[in-house]
């Protein structure tokens, strides 16, 4: 009974009007992730024809064809195929399998293929393999061995990039590019080169080294510096400033890196085609907003590894993604059942993954494409998960991909101009996590995995969820959580202090506001420049060996790993929860506290709550707040997602649970995937259905 009431409660609402949506995000007439003429949502698959005889890729792509498959990413490791020797490019290979794919209605994604430069490139110049940090060159083989700093790899890059896209560029059945693959994983060349360019971009930003010493307390240690030339790459733990510009540093020679491939593609290529890059979740090897500023739109690749799928740390890995241009994304690579990299290899259940391709179309993927058709039959990655057998037959799961991608034509017309349009959106900022992972203070503090806690309890309140860059735009979203906004210089503070002025409610969490923009401790208590708006601060912070209860108006349950004692400095600050009896400086002292200030609320919850605390804080939140949907839970396990647009409305619900479950509509609503009209919903385990009124 208990179920079913929630059942009901979950999908109320889809009644509720969408009225003043808002539309900071994406523009609603802008979705160059949905390529004109073809579906509006499409299954893909990484193909690559350089590794078979010509003669094999009809079969191929004929049973792509049947498999429903609409896009293939292609090229992306075939520079010794592609230029077998220096200047001699060879393409036409690659010209007739476009033309072979789009026979079969296929289109072609392609990539560049600077993850993998050619022996004849590094017998020739071998400093362009990367030194790796034990002050080892790496050696030609494996990918990812280019250095990202060296100007002879840009320059040989370039010129395979502009010979591709000359060729490319105005091919009618190539949609777009993707730059590199996973971006080298960041990996840095520890030599002379990258060493001087990170001094002269230290020197650039910091203009004289006065101020670089102050900024970074180079007194401390005798780390003062004389001479630019004096600066180290940071290896294991160093000066926290150093530290911090070190990944400003990355992120700027991977963006100059990318930068340098676009503007190649960009001279030939028509402008209807897109730029992307495969992106990792919350791989943090550079900051991805910046990454992602020149790209059309953003890419991940979601690899379960070990398992099964989390749903919610997987939906908060596609909004993350979504987050990078507040618009709709690739889902460019997936897990065909299997991986070959993980500590235990298990295949996905059957379902699975399906489950898991409708998840990305929820929260806001237009293309879902699995890595890979078919394992070379030599290579690093023969056991990995494929869609064809060595035989070159179907494997079982072939099947699975054939229904998706049969579910993807018959819908994608509702899903067409549609896309995630939230009340609430999370926070992230790379500055912050990095400075937080250099200085744990506790080997628990997990800062993501707080984002996750937070985001569980938030999504089951709410159809969507955006998590966007500290420094986006907050116009129009009712609440906004910052769990862990640790860098926080003035000008982000102002801007979060507009948002609560016009009328937001700012949430923030633990370690807020202790730095400042060099990583340096603030000379004002945490949240530093929000401390005055909060009418509270930390008076001291306390890494946790156990965990001590916690009670107040969310109430009773237990704090763990980190608790702050918060102090009210006026009395508009209210308190929300106090720790109880503990290490004698905690007890019965302010663990969360809110304050009304201009037209919005400033709340600060300074330790981790555990799921019901945190499930009672997330409910209130979204009551203050003034959340459209009711607080509400949905049934355990089945996620309710809603992409809307252009007159249209699509609500998405998808049962990762291994149980059937049944949702009651309340009123008859058309089923999109098994084309009946129903008050009620049956899942079936990892079931799917789309609903439209
Ligand atoms: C990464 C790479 C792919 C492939 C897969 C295997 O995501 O981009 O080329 O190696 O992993 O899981």
Redesign the pocket.
Known sequence: MRLRLFSRLAVMLIWLPLAGTLLRAQRLDSFPTQIPQHDAIVVGT?WYPEQWPESRWEEDLKLMEAANIKVVRIA??AWSTMEPSEGHYEMDWLERAVAAAAKHHIMSAIGTPT?APPAWLTQKHPEILRIEENGQRVTHGN?AHGSSTSAIYREYSRKIVEEMAKRFGRNPNVVGWQID??YGYALMSHDDVTRKQFQDWLQRKYMTLEALNSFWTTAYWSETYDNWSEIPIPVGGHNPGLMLEWKRFVTSVWSDYQTNQISAIRKYAEPRQFITG?F?GFFDGFDHYIMCEPLTFASW?D?VGSGHVDPDFNGLSHDLTRGFKRANFWLI?T?PGA???ASVNNYLNKGEVRAMAWQAIAHGADAVSY??WRSALNG??QY??TLLGADGTPVPFYEEVRQIGQEFSKVQEALRGTTIQSEVALLYSYDSHWAIQFQKHTRRYDDIGLLKSYYRALRKLTPSVDVISASAPLGGYKLVAAPGLNVLPKDLANHLLDYVRDGGHLVLGPRSGLKDEHNELQTRRQPGHLADALGARVEQFYALEKDFPASGDWGSGQVSIWAEQLGLLNSSARTLLRYRKSNGWLDDQPAAVTSAYGKGRITYIGAILDDNLMNAAAAWMAKESGLRTPVLSIPEGVEVSMRSGTGKRVILLINFAQEAKKVELGKSMKLLLSGRQEQTVELAPYGVELLQE
């Open positions: 990484a992306e490791f993850a990918r693959n996973e495969n990792m690749d690899y690579e897990q991986v070959n990299w890595w890979q690093q990655e990995h998960g």
